[in-house]
């Protein structure tokens, strides 16, 4: 195991450092951390206005006077609520390309807002327009969402190599004021961008009678099904883990896999308003999948790791278990991880890594024959699994799969578990002060 760790931290480590130090991988992640409120509001919306039961076919009771209700307030609500959806969640492509174009622009230390509004822009114009010139809004969500990443990255990069050798700058008198002097100085930049993307736009339109963002979709495919498979997520729950034992986050990971995800839960929101069972949703692998059935409790699947510290009867892990009990309910594990510890403990690798793979696999084979339903909706990473895995599905089965899975954590991580009690029973042993004599 030492030649194994070394060998990680000489020739895996680095490497996953500067991947998670890159300027885009962390703008990617930024921007949508940053819209997990838009994320949040759009699908609790669609839940609301969405009853996961027909009431006309149920037996009269409180179950079926409760689905009356709700299908009541649903009619009622759906009009102005479908519109925060379609503005949330059905323009994230739109609010990820301005996002990115904020962040990247913040690292450069530029200043201006309009690297901002020409990045958007330029998202525009390759997703926005039919072969015919006429508007379209069928690549503001998920389907335009890599569109708007990769044109957005791109067109900020090529306006900064433009301004940063001042081509066509125009220098105005000192009198005139900071905003205009700073907008003059980047008109030519900006024009030359959008000349550029306004011809590559056409060109693919009329090559292809469709916008380039649908191009860019197709390309991306293959590695969106190889993400959403059972191998994918397999060897996600396995990575995410790895890395994390090694002290890599894993947002090395996670954040350039987050454009997959969130395309396929706004996909899944889409079907799920269009009225597709929510078995038979597209998409498996989305952000709830991740965060509330494959990590319960944070990377490592801890939540069962803390429900043993609790009742150890080592007095140091008890402590732990108490302190991390409430955090790790809410996904923040640091205390566990940290504290046990899981990280570097040769005696959590192997279960750490086996629980993250079990819960992948099994939710995912779960979902997939219908025993529950797919996420359509995102409440927050730091929910409680239980509640976030019923809220995402609205299937009290969700729960119990939870549950299940949750009882099968304990059980890998239990014989490991003792043999890391014996151990600091040993040392407590070892530490204690010795009885003073008569």
């Known amino acids: 195991m030492e030649k194994f760790t070394s060998w990680v931290e000489k020739s895996i480590a680095p490497v996953a450092g500067r991947l998670g130090a890159n300027r885009y991988i962390q ?50 609500l759906y009009l102005p609520f479908i519109i925060i959806n379609m503005v949330t969640t059905g323009c994230l492509a739109i609010w990820v390309s301005a996002g990115l174009a904020f962040f990247l622009s913040r690292h450069y230390k530029m200043n201006s807002y309009l690297p901002v509004a020409l990045s958007t822009a330029c998202f525009f114009a390759t997703g926005a327009l039919d072969v015919e010139g006429a508007f379209t809004t069928g690549y503001f969500g998920g389907t335009g969402l890599f569109c708007a990443i990769v044109i957005s990255i791109l067109s900020l990069e090529f306006y900064r190599f433009l301004c940063d050798r001042n081509v066509g700058r125009i220098n105005l008198p000192g009198m005139v004021p900071p905003a205009l002097s700073d907008s003059m100085a980047h008109l030519t930049p900006a024009a030359i961008v959008l000349l550029v993307v306004g011809v590559v736009g056409a060109v693919a339109l009329e090559l292809t009678a469709v916008p380039l963002a649908n191009l860019i979709a197709t390309i991306v495919s293959p590695l969106v099904g190889a993400v959403n498979s059972p191998g994918g997520i397999m060897l996600i729950g396995f990575l995410m883990p790895f890395f994390f034992w090694f002290g890599i986050h894993d947002s090395v990971l996670t954040s350039p896999l987050s454009a997959f ?10 079907a799920y308003a269009a009225g597709v069972a929510a078995t038979a949703l597209p998409y498996t692998v989305t952000p709830p999948f991740i965060w509330y059935f494959m990590t319960i409790g944070g990377n490592g699947a801890t939540l069962a790791l803390a429900l043993l510290c609790l009742r150890s009867r080592s007095k140091q892990v008890s402590a732990i278990g108490k302190l991390g009990i409430v955090p790790v309910c809410f996904g923040v594990n640091e205390p566990i991880i940290f504290g046990l510890p899981v990280m570097y403990n040769p005696l959590m690798f192997i279960p750490s890594i086996l629980n993250m793979v079990l ?27 239980p509640i976030g895995a019923f809220l995402s599905t609205m299937d009290i089965r969700a729960v119990v799969l939870i549950v ?16 890391h009690e014996r151990n600091k029973l040993a040392e407590e042993a070892e530490t204690a002060p010795e009885p003073a004599e008569a």
């Open 261 to 270: 995800e969130y395309a396929n839960l706004e996909a899944n929101m889409h």
């Open 404 to 419: 299940v899975l949750i009882v099968i954590n304990l059980l890998v991580y239990y014989p490991f578990f003792k043999a």
């Open 27 to 76: 703008a990617i992640q930024s921007t949508f951390l940053t819209l997990i409120p838009f994320m949040t509001i759009g699908s609790m919306v669609l839940v609301i206005i969405s009853p996961p039961m027909d009431y006309t076919t149920m037996e009269p009771g409180f179950a079926q006077s409760f689905m009356q209700g709700w299908a009541a307030l649903a009619d009622f």
């Open 359 to 385: 819960n992948a696999g099994i939710t995912y084979g779960a979902m997939a024959i219908g025993l529950v339903n797919k996420p359509f909706a995102y409440p927050g990473w730091n929910v409680p699994a």
